[in-house]
């Protein structure tokens, strides 16, 4: 009988934002999978958990695929974890969890943190109906992507570097003007959570008066809601 690969979010920033059956999963498998042992090995020993620890990240996991699923298939049972939030959202995963639906292996996604929903919830913004793009581009299609999204029609969430982060503004700026709205959540769930709101402008102006820090989430107003606003 096969094993079960376990799909375990894990906290974007607080500690304490671990559901108590992801404790219990990661205690009870035979192997963990991490992105970073170092930043997990933190979690783990945090959470008191001692597992067996294997890295899985982009740079390797086409070359260890075969080798997990021969772990499953041979009983083990795995827990796959990113080093914040839900693997498999802008985070390695999806390679492992095709693979192992192609061996019938059974996949269980637990529910979690992640970070672009609270940020969404807390924009202010439409969130009834909302698309998600994680990272864009950073060279190759970049373009392309940014005059699609200029015709989005749903609020959209962005994920950033804190370092390209007033750069993204000035391209949000150039395709869907300076008077869109936007809302821009760094930090989250940490001591120095901050979640900042305006125009495009607004927010060029404010960041680049400042380092930033952090992860970013960047959420912003699309076309269809511009629309309504003007006819209310």
Known sequence: MSGQ???VPTPIGNLEDITLRAINTLKSVDLILAEDTRTSSFLLKHLQIEKPLKS????NEHKILEELISSLNSGKNIALIS???TPGISDPGFLLIREAILNNIQV???PGATAFVPALVNSGLPCNEFSFYGFLPQKKGRQTKLRALALEEKTFVLYESPFRLVKLLEELKEHLGGDRKVVVCRELTKLFEETKRG???ELI????AK?????????????KNIESE???
């Open 5 to 7: 690969l376990f799909i």
């Open 56 to 59: 899985n990240h982009q740079h």
């Open 83 to 85: 080093d914040a939030g």
């Open 199 to 201: 125009t495009v402008n």
């Open 211 to 223: 380092t930033v820090k952090g992860e970013i989430v960047v959420v912003v107003q699309g076309n």
């Open 205 to 208: 102006i404010y960041f680049s």
């Open 108 to 110: 269980i996604s637990l």
């Open 230 to 232: 003007d006819h209310e």
